[in-house]
Structure formats: structure tokens, C-alpha cells
């Protein structure tokens, strides 16, 4: 009886080490960045997904007022018209219509980015941006 027990204990547990293992190999490792934005930051661009005119931010940020696009872009505010997240935190990059965080436009999932271009109804109106951890609200989830 005692034999039999201990059989059927290491099958559960090479069973769990097995599935454990495969989890791990099968996309457990970390997240990685999406294209054209550094990991750990959330990228807004100007005029497409990926071009050569994009801020990075590494943390929230009440005002896109005095922020730059790399690549001679101009000012960010009102001017995003594409965004990727590459947070290794697992946080949310969530986009408002007004500096403050005022007036909610869209939201990007971690490692994750929108289309090539925001909805009209989002482009070129944010004005800041704040990283928040999981919500339940609807993300772009589109992989890079």
C-alpha cells in the first residue's frame, strides 16, 4: 500500500513539474518589448505606428505641453496619432484629452501596441499620459 502511494505521489508531482516546466517554455519568460519603443517605456508617435518621430516616457505624465518628438516631430500635445507599450511592469498606458488626466481618449495593454493609426476620434487629442496597473476597461491589444 505504502508503494503505491509513493508511485502515485511522484507521477502527480513529475505531472506538475511537467506542466510547470512546459508553461515556462511555452511563454512564461518575460515580456519583451514591442518594435520601435525601448523596453520598460510607453511611446507615443506622430503620424504612424513605429516612424522616427516619437516620445518615450518611462513614467506618467500630467502634460504633453513641453514634450518633444525625437526626429524634429514638434510638441507632442495633440499630435499622437500612434502609441506601443512596452512596460515591464505590466502597466497600462492610459492616454486623456487633457493635461491632468482629464477627459479619458484610449488605453494600450503591456507589450502591446494600437494600430497603425488611433481612431479619429482619439488622433491627435492627447495631452497627457498616466500608467496605471490592470483595469478592466478595453485596451488596444495589438501585438507588434
Excluded: W
Excluded at 30 to 57: E, I, L, M, T, W
Excluded at 88 to 117: A, I, K, M, W
Amino acid at each position: 500500500m505504502r508503494k503505491l502511494s509513493i508511485a502515485r505521489a511522484a507521477t502527480a508531482f513529475g505531472s506538475v513539474a511537467a506542466i510547470t516546466l512546459g508553461g515556462v517554455l511555452a511563454g512564461g519568460s518575460p515580456a519583451s518589448a514591442v518594435p520601435n519603443c525601448p523596453s520598460g517605456h510607453h511611446c507615443a508617435f506622430k503620424n504612424v505606428q513605429g516612424g522616427s518621430q516619437r516620445h518615450d516616457y518611462f513614467n506618467s505624465d500630467p502634460s504633453f505641453t513641453n514634450d518633444l518628438y525625437s526626429g524634429g516631430g514638434g510638441v507632442v500635445n495633440d499630435s499622437v496619432s500612434a502609441a506601443s507599450n512596452s512596460s515591464t511592469g505590466g502597466y497600462e498606458s492610459h492616454y486623456y484629452r487633457d493635461v491632468n488626466y482629464v477627459g479619458f481618449l484610449f488605453c494600450v495593454n503591456p507589450n502591446r501596441q494600437t494600430d497603425q493609426y488611433l481612431p479619429a476620434a482619439s488622433n491627435d487629442k492627447a495631452s497627457s499620459l498616466l500608467l496605471r496597473g490592470t483595469t478592466n476597461i478595453t485596451c488596444f491589444n495589438v501585438r507588434g
